[in-house]
């Protein structure tokens, strides 16, 4: 009995592989990062020298008159799934997909300022994009979410949603404490204004703490909010942006942040780009003095064909608005095949 099990899912198998052969086009690129890193003196670093490979297997085919897609991506070991998406275009009705890391809704403009390479942020104590710290929005996130694509007359809304928390679970549900949340991204052009060289953004979202996972003396806390909005503009080789954004959060006592970002970045000629940004996060606690973070950031990258060097310098003063500084400097050289 044992041995016609395995004969029938082998064969099942083998039918599945060839109707997907027949279905969608499999391919995969990928990229390997090598890197130098210093951190501040305060840091015990070890070995400065490391290595990431970034493996993405796509695949998509026609089903039922619709086109369905499949992206994984591997990254810093063979096989480790580190995001992963399946979508599908109803054509005009727009795309629907459900996103497990590759980006969605309000967390695709969570910073928009120009750069020439890494965020001056990356590296950095107290920022994560994943999680709403340090001033960068996301209300669903990006793991377990369903998301929606559309554009209208150049606008594109771009939606999200999660059910409960937003930890990265397989079949099954999730174990994660954390309430459902909501939030959307608008992003266009100046096209329709007639302005050349201007993009904006904006959007909003919600958590809702109402499963009591953020509470306070037994209380139910409030929602969290997220807002952003941002506007880049480009003339000739230079682009410069601004964005502003805020989170207020319903757990009693904490403080609300409120972002203030700018960058410039300038194209020196078709291989070399510099750029510099400047970020303050303000803490708007509830008793006592707001305190603001500040953090800014130099980076420069070369590109030569599939190969490219970059370089960058962060730092970061009044960490948490709790006092502290943190520092880096990274350079990368990259493959891409």
């Known amino acids: 009995m044992n041995n016609f099990k395995k004969v029938g899912l082998t064969a099942l198998a083998g039918s599945l592989a060839a109707v997907s052969a027949n279905a969608a086009e499999m391919s995969v690129s990928g990229a390997t990062l ?21 493996l993405a297997f796509t695949a998509s085919g026609d089903v039922n008159g619709m086109t369905v897609s499949y992206m994984q991506t591997s990254k810093d070991q063979f096989a480790g799934m580190s995001s992963a998406r399946l979508s599908i275009d109803m054509g005009d009705l727009g795309t629907l997909a459900f996103d497990q890391g590759s980006g969605s809704g309000l967390a695709t403009i969570d910073d928009k300022t120009p750069t020439a390479a890494e965020e001056i942020w990356d590296g950095l104590d107290n920022f994560d994009s994943t999680a709403g710290v340090g001033g960068l929005v996301g209300a669903a996130g990006n793991s377990g979410v369903f998301n929606y694509i559309k554009t209208v007359s150049g606008v594109t809304f771009n939606g999200a949603m999660r059910r409960g928390s937003g930890t990265k679970n397989s079949d099954g549900s999730s174990s994660g404490a954390g309430g459902s949340a909501w939030d959307f991204a608008l992003t266009g052009s100046g096209d329709a204004l007639g302005v050349d060289g201007l993009a904006w953004g904006a959007g909003y979202g919600k958590v809702d703490n109402s499963d009591g996972a953020n509470t306070a003396n037994g209380v139910v806390a409030d929602d969290d909010e997220h807002l952003t909005a941002f506007i880049n503009y480009s003339f000739g080789p230079v682009t410069a942006g601004i964005q502003q954004s805020e989170m207020t959060f319903g757990a009693a006592g904490t403080a609300a942040e409120v972002t203030d970002a700018y960058g410039i970045a300038i194209n020196v000629n078709d291989n070399l780009s510099v750029s510099y940004g400047e970020r303050e996060v303000e803490f708007k606690t509830v008793s006592g003095d707001h305190v603001t973070e500040d953090t800014e950031g130099l980076a420069i990258a070369y590109t030569m064909g599939s190969m490219k060097i970059a ?10 608005g709790a006092g502290g500084s943190d520092s880096m400097m990274e350079i990368a050289l990259s493959f891409a095949f």
């Open 311 to 320: 370089g960058n310098r962060n730092e970061s003063a009044n960490i948490g």
């Open 34 to 54: 090598l890197t130098y890193t210093s951190e501040n003196n305060t840091e015990t670093t070890g070995n400065p020298f490391g290595m990431k490979t970034n």
